[in-house]
C-alpha cells in the first residue's frame, strides 16, 4: 500500500511513542531524554503531544514553521504543537466538531506557554481582514492583561498562573474568529496579602511600581520602593529575566487594545493601589473600659490616602475596622474587633478588593471580546489551568488546585483510557483490557456531596457553634478515616499512628499526581471567605464607580442574610460546569512536563520526568494506542467520507452502510488487520491507513472536482453550442431568405428584362411585319399610281404638246428675269458714284448676273458723271489725278491736299495791282502764283518769297516788292526733292552746269506743296521738248547751296516740337527738319 512517507521515519528517537519498541518506562524516558536533548520537545502518543519545557525559547515558532504546518496532515511533519492545534482548527472548520484543548502538567511545565502558542497559530492561520484581525488582536492581547492580574513568581514557576482559565474562541462558518469568552476559576487571592517565601505578589503591583510614570504614582499616592509597602515579599521582588517595567508598558498597551477605557485604567490602577495601602494600615490595641482590647490604627495616614483613592469617607472605614455588625432576623448586634480580628478584616477586604477586581477585569475582557454575530459559533475551547501542585505548606489553594487537576486527569482517563476500552468492548471488538490508574475514587474522595472533603467543609462551616479548623480535621477523621486515599495522624487507622512526617493538624490525599499534605490551618476560613459586612457596606459607600460595582452586596437596600456559597462550593460547582463543557467537545491533549526543577534549560531529571509521566498516566495512554486503533467513526459518516473511493459506492450505497464499508475496505485492499469491525463503528489501527485514506480522498476530490469542472465546462460549452446552433440556424434562415429573396428579384428581375426583350422583338418584328405590309401597300399603291399614271399619261398622251414642260421653264424663267428687272428698275441707287448702295439680290442663281449688273450699272453712272465735266474741272481732276500718281501713299501730306482744289493763281496777280510790276515781268500766263518761305542755308530759317510757276519757268520774288529774285527756265530744273512727311519742304535741284545753277538750288516750303509739284511735272509731261521731271521722294536729300551740299534729313518729332515744322541748321552740311508727327 502507497501512501505518502512520513517525516515520524527520520526522526531522533521516536517521533510517535506508539512506534516505541520495546515499550518500558525506561525507553520512555530515554525516548523522551534524547529528543529533549536535540531539542525535540514535542513528541505524540497518538494524536496526544507531550511539550517538554524548554526553558528557554527555541526558532520553532516563526511564521514559516506555521506555514510548514499550515493545512498539513498531523503525522506528516516532526511532532510539534502547531500540528496540534492546525488539526484542532481544521476539524473545526471542515467538520464542524467543536473542539477543546486541554493542556495539563504541573506548575512550571509549560500550559500557559502552549496555549498562548496554539492560540498564535489559530490566529496566523486563520481569516484576515479588518474585522477579523481586530478580534483576534484582542483575543491575543487578552493574555498579558490576566497574567499580570493573575500570574505570580513561584517557587516553581516565575509566570505561574494563580487563576484557572478556560477560553472558548468563537469562529464562523468559515473559520474566521468571531469572539470569545473567558471563564476564570477561583484566583489564588491569599497571595495578596501573604506569600510563601521565595514567592511574589501578583505580577501587577511589582509592574505599577516599577514602569508607572512618576506622575501616575504620585496621582496614585504610590512610592516605587517596594519595601514600602507590607504586602510586597521583599526577599523575590525581582525575577531574573523579568522586567516589570516593560511589562507594564505592555499590560497599559493591551488593556487599551482589548478596548478599556482611560478612565477605566485609572480606576482598575487605584484599586491597586488601594490594595498596597490596605496593606500599609496598621492595628494597636487599645484598652476599653470593660477590660476588653480595641482596635485602633495606628498611622491614618495610609488610611486617609486609601480612602482619597477610592471616594471613601475615612471615618466610614475606620469604624469598619473597628466594629463588626451581626444582623440577625430582627436584630443588628454591633461588636467591637480586636487587633487580631481588625488585621483580618484588613486582609479579607484587600483580598476581596483584588480577587473581585480580577473577576471584574475577566468580565470585561469578555465584553469586548464577545462575539458580534448571533449566528451559530462553532467553539475552540483552550484549557489552562493551574498545574498541578505539591508544596512544603500545602492550604486550601493547593487542594482546589489539586482537585481541580485531579478532575482533569479523570476527564482524560474517561475520554481516552476507559472510554476508548469501553468502546472496544461495546463495539464488540476483540480487546484485552489494559490496566491503569482510575483516579475516580480520589475525586470522590474530594468532591461526594456526602462525604466528600469539600462537602464535609462546607458543613463543618454552616454549622452552628464553634467551627475551627481543628473541627474539621476531626470530622474528615471520622469520615474519611477508611478512605484508602486519605491519610491522617488522628485518624483511627492506626497505619499513620506513628508516621511523623503526617503532622497533626495536616492531612494527606494521595493524588493521582503523588501524596500531598494540607495543613487545615485557614481552611474554614477560606472557605468561608467572609467579608465583613461592614466593610462591604463600606465599600458600597465609596465614590468610585468600579468600587460601588464590586461591592453590590454592601448596597444596604438589598441586605442578603442568606450566606453566600462557599469557595469549596462554589469551585466544585464551576469545575463540574468546566467538565460537562469540555465532554461535548472534541478533546486535544497537550501533556506538559517539566524537565527539572531548576527552570534551567538543558536539564533533563530523570526522576522528575519519570514522576510526571507516570501519575500522567502517559505509558498506559501508549499501551492503550498502541492495542487500539488510532482512528474511528460511525458507518455512516465514514461510508460518507469516502463512498467516493470506490465505484460500488459511489455515488449511492443502497445498502447498509456496514456493507458499504466494507466494499470499501475490500475495494481499496487495505490490509485486513489495519481495521477492525465494530457493532456501528469501523476502527483504523494506523494512522497511515487513514492516511492513505485521506489521500486517496483529496485525490479523489480533486478527480471530482475535475469531473464536476469537466462536466460543467462541457455543459457550458454544450449550452453555448447549443445556443450558437440555434442563433446559426436563425441567422442561416435569414440569410437563406435574404439570398432567396435576392436570387427572386434577380430572376425576377432578368424574366421581365427578358420578356421585355421577348416582347420588344416581337413587337418589332410585328412592326416590321406591319411596316412590310405598309411599304408593300404603299408599294402597290405607287405602283399602282404609276401604272395608273402610266396608264391614264399612256391614254392622255396625245392630248398633250411634247415640249410643253420647256416652254413653261422658260416662261417661268422669263417671269422671274422680267420681274427682277422691273424690280431692279425701281430699286436702282443714286446717280451719285460714291454710292455704294445697291438692291438685295432676289434669287441665287442671279447671283452672277446681279453683280455684273452692278458693275455695269456704276460704269455708267461714271460715264454719265463725267460725261457733265467742263474742260478746266476735267484739266482740275486730271491734275488731281497726276497728283494722286505721284504722291498717293509716298508723301504723307498728299491726303489733306485731296479735298483742296487747285486753284492756281492764289494771289490774283494780274488783278492785284500790288503785283502789277511782277505781272508785266511774266510774258507766260502764270500757272501758279503762291507765297513760299525759301528756307536760308544759314540758320534754317525761311524768307516768305512769291513763287511763280509759268510754262516755261519758275520765279521767286519779294513778296513785298514783287521784284524778281530768281528766274529759273524749267528746262533747267533737273528735279525736285521732297520728304515722305507731311511737311511743306522741297528742293528744286537745278541742272549742273546751267546758268541758274550758279546760285545753287533752291529749297522752298509751301502748304501748297502737292499742287505745285504735279504741276511742276504736268509741264513736263506735256512739253514735248523736255524731259520728264524727276521726283524724289525721300528724307533725306541734298541740296546744292552754292559750293556746298547740304543734307536735308527729315525726322518725325514728338508732339513737343509744336505743331509747326521746324528747321534747323545742325553743322555747315546737315540742316534737320522736324516734322510734327501725323496722328
Ligand atoms: N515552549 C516553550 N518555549 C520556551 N520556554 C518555555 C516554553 N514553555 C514554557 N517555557 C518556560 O517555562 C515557564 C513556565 O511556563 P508556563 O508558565 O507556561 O507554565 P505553566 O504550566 O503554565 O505553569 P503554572 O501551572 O504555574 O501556570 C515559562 O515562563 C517559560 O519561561
Ligand atoms: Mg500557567
Known amino acids: 500500500m502507497e501512501v505518502k512517507t512520513s517525516l515520524l521515519d527520520n526522526m531522533i528517537g521516536v517521533g510517535d511513542m506508539v512506534l516505541l519498541e520495546p515499550l518500558s518506562e525506561d525507553s520512555f524516558l530515554d525516548n523522551l531524554r534524547k529528543r529533549f536533548d536535540h531539542n525535540e520537545i514535542y513528541t505524540y502518543i497518538g494524536s496526544v503531544v507531550i511539550s517538554m519545557n524548554p526553558y528557554r525559547s527555541l526558532p520553532i515558532y516563526t511564521p514559516d514553521k506555521v506555514e510548514e504546518y499550515r493545512n498539513r496532515n498531523f503525522y506528516e511533519l516532526s511532532p510539534h504543537i502547531y500540528a496540534l492545534a492546525d488539526e484542532a482548527y481544521r476539524s473545526l472548520r471542515d467538520q464542524d466538531k467543536d473542539q477543546c484543548i486541554l493542556i495539563t502538567g504541573e506548575s512550571g511545565a509549560g500550559k500557559t506557554e502552549a496555549s498562548k502558542l496554539v492560540m498564535s497559530y489559530v490566529a496566523a492561520v486563520c481569516g484576515k481582514g479588518q474585522e477579523v484581525n481586530k478580534v483576534k488582536e484582542q483575543l491575543l492581547q487578552s493574555n498579558p492583561v490576566l497574567e499580570a492580574f493573575g500570574n505570580a513568581k513561584t517557587v516553581r514557576n516565575d509566570n505561574s498562573s494563580r487563576f484557572g482559565k478556560y477560553m472558548d474562541i468563537e469562529f464562523d462558518f468559515k473559520g474566521d474568529p468571531l469572539g470569545g469568552v473567558i471563564s476564570n476559576y477561583l484566583l489564588e487571592k491569599s497571595r495578596v496579602v501573604k506569600q510563601p517565601r521565595g514567592e511574589r505578589n501578583f505580577h501587577i503591583f511589582y509592574q505599577l511600581l516599577s514602569g508607572a510614570s512618576d506622575d501616575t504614582l504620585k496621582k496614585l499616592k504610590l ?233 464535609m467543609l462546607d458543613e463543618e462551616c454552616l454549622r452552628p457553634g464553634t467551627v475551627t479548623d481543628e473541627t474539621f480535621l476531626d470530622k474528615l477523621n471520622t469520615i474519611c478515616a477508611e478512605h484508602q486515599h486519605f491519610e491522617s495522624r488522628l485518624s483511627k487507622n492506626s497505619k499513620f499512628l506513628t508516621d511523623h512526617s503526617l503532622p497533626h493538624n495536616c492531612f494527606r490525599i494521595q493524588h493521582y499526581a503523588g501524596k500531598v499534605l494540607y495543613r487545615v490551618e485557614s481552611f474554614v476560613d477560606k472557605n468561608n471567605d467572609l467579608l465583613y459586612r461592614d466593610l462591604s457596606q463600606a465599600m458600597y459607600k465609596a465614590n468610585h464607580s468600579l468600587i460601588k460595582q464590586l461591592f453590590p452586596e454592601g448596597n444596604p437596600a438589598k441586605v442578603n442574610l442568606k450566606r453566600p456559597p462557599t469557595a469549596g462550593s462554589q469551585f466544585k460547582t464551576s469545575v463540574g460546569t468546566l467538565m460537562r463543557n469540555l465532554q461535548t467537545k472534541n478533546p486535544n491533549y497537550i501533556r506538559c512536563i517539566k524537565p527539572n526543577d531548576k527552570k534551567a534549560s538543558h536539564i533533563f531529571t530523570d526522576s522528575l520526568v519519570c514522576h510526571q509521566v507516570r501519575y500522567l498516566g502517559l505509558m498506559e495512554n501508549v499501551r492503550v494506542r498502541r492495542a487500539g486503533y488510532a482512528f474511528r467513526q460511525a458507518y455512516e459518516p465514514c461510508l460518507e467520507r469516502y463512498k467516493m473511493l470506490c465505484k460500488k459506492t459511489w455515488p449511492h450505497w443502497n445498502g447498509p452502510a456496514r456493507e458499504g464499508v466494507e466494499v470499501l475496505m475490500a475495494d481499496l485492499q487495505v490490509p485486513a488487520e489495519e481495521f477492525s469491525y465494530g457493532r456501528s463503528k469501523i476502527f483504523i489501527r494506523n494512522p497511515r491507513t487513514l492516511f492513505f485514506l485521506e489521500e486517496r480522498r483529496r485525490q479523489c476530490l480533486q478527480d471530482l472536482a475535475s469531473l464536476i469542472q469537466k462536466i460543467y465546462r462541457g455543459w457550458k460549452c454544450r449550452t453555448q453550442f447549443l445556443l450558437l446552433k440555434k442563433s446559426q440556424i436563425v441567422v442561416a434562415a435569414w440569410y437563406r431568405r435574404f439570398a432567396q429573396q435576392k436570387k427572386y428579384q434577380k430572376i425576377k428581375s432578368a424574366t421581365t428584362v427578358m420578356q421585355s426583350y421577348a416582347r420588344g422583338w416581337q413587337a418589332r418584328k410585328l412592326l416590321r411585319e406591319l411596316k412590310y405590309q405598309k411599304r408593300c401597300k404603299e408599294a402597290v399603291t405607287t405602283i399602282a399610281a404609276f401604272w395608273h399614271g402610266t396608264q391614264v399619261r399612256r391614254e392622255y398622251r396625245k392630248f398633250f404638246r411634247a415640249n410643253a414642260g420647256k416652254k413653261i421653264y422658260d416662261f417661268t424663267i422669263q417671269r422671274i ?227 556746298d551740299k547740304v543734307c536735308v534729313k527729315f525726322i518725325q518729332g514728338g508732339p513737343k516740337n509744336g505743331s509747326g515744322v521746324s528747321c534747323k541748321r545742325k553743322n555747315n552740311r546737315l540742316l534737320e527738319v522736324s516734322v510734327p508727327t501725323t496722328a
Open 223 to 455: 512610592d516605587r520602593d517596594f519595601s514600602k509597602y507590607n504586602y510586597l515579599s521583599l526577599d523575590s521582588a525581582v525575577v531574573n529575566g523579568l522586567d516589570d517595567a516593560a511589562n507594564f508598558r505592555t499590560v497599559r498597551n493591551a488593556m487599551q487594545i482589548v478596548g478599556f477605557m482611560e478612565d477605566e485604567v485609572q480606576s482598575v490602577l487605584e484599586l491597586v493601589a488601594a490594595v498596597l495601602k490596605l496593606g500599609n494600615i496598621e492595628f494597636k490595641p487599645e484598652s476599653r473600659s470593660n477590660g476588653t482590647d480595641e482596635s485602633r490604627i495606628k498611622d491614618k495616614n495610609d488610611l486617609k490616602e486609601m480612602c482619597e483613592l477610592l471616594g471613601i469617607e475615612q471615618s466610614v472605614l475606620e469604624r469598619a475596622f473597628s466594629y463588626r455588625t451581626v444582623e440577625a432576623k430582627m436584630e443588628k448586634v454591633s461588636t467591637t474587633l480586636n487587633v487580631a480580628q481588625a488585621y483580618y478584616a484588613r486582609d479579607a477586604l484587600a483580598k476581596n478588593l483584588y480577587s473581585r477586581l480580577f473577576t471584574w477585569l475577566v468580565t470585561r475582557i469578555n465584553e469586548s471580546i464577545k462575539a458580534q454575530a448571533k449566528t451559530r459559533h462553532k467553539v475552540m475551547g483552550v484549557l489552562d489551568i493551574y498545574g498541578f501542585e505539591i508544596f512544603e505548606d500545602n492550604s486550601f489553594e493547593q487542594f482546589i488546585i489539586n482537585y481541580c487537576n485531579e478532575k482533569l486527569q479523570q476527564i482524560f482517563i474517561e475520554l481516552t483510557l476507559r472510554e476508548e476500552q469501553e468502546e472496544y468492548v461495546r463495539e464488540g471488538i476483540e480487546w484485552t483490557n489494559i490496566e491503569y490508574f482510575n483516579n475516580a475514587v480520589i475525586c470522590d474522595l474530594i468532591e461526594n456531596n456526602q462525604n466528600g472533603i469539600l462537602a
Open 817 to 1043: 428675269m422680267q420681274k427682277y428687272f422691273l424690280g431692279l428698275k425701281t430699286t436702282l441707287p443714286s446717280m451719285s458714284p460714291i454710292d455704294k448702295n445697291w438692291p438685295v439680290r432676289p434669287y441665287r442663281f442671279l447671283d452672277g448676273v446681279h453683280k455684273e449688273l452692278r458693275r455695269i450699272f456704276h460704269l455708267w453712272r461714271c460715264k454719265k458723271y463725267r460725261e457733265k465735266f467742263t474742260e478746266e474741272r476735267k484739266a482740275v481732276y486730271e491734275e488731281k489725278l497726276e497728283a494722286s500718281e505721284i504722291f498717293k501713299d509716298k508723301k504723307a501730306l498728299y491726303p489733306s491736299s485731296v479735298s483742296q482744289p487747285f486753284k492756281g493763281d492764289y494771289l490774283e496777280i494780274s488783278k492785284n495791282p500790288k503785283y502789277q510790276k511782277l505781272n508785266s515781268a511774266v510774258d507766260e500766263k502764270v500757272l501758279l502764283a503762291d507765297v513760299v518761305n525759301k528756307i536760308n542755308r544759314a540758320n534754317g530759317k525761311g524768307t516768305a518769297r512769291i513763287f511763280l510757276l509759268t510754262k516755261k519757268s519758275v520765279l521767286l520774288a519779294d513778296q513785298k516788292t514783287g521784284q524778281v529774285k530768281a528766274s529759273v527756265p524749267l528746262p533747267d530744273v533737273a528735279s525736285v526733292s521732297v520728304s515722305t512727311q507731311s511737311d511743306g519742304f522741297f528742293a528744286l535741284k537745278l541742272k549742273e552746269g546751267s546758268a541758274s545753277a550758279v546760285k545753287g538750288d533752291f529749297l522752298l516750303s509751301s502748304e501748297r506743296l502737292i499742287e505745285i509739284i504735279t504741276k511742276l511735272h504736268r509741264i513736263g509731261a506735256t512739253t514735248a521738248d523736255r524731259d520728264q521731271l524727276n521726283i524724289d521722294i525721300s528724307d533725306e536729300f541734298l541740296v546744292q547751296f552754292k559750293q
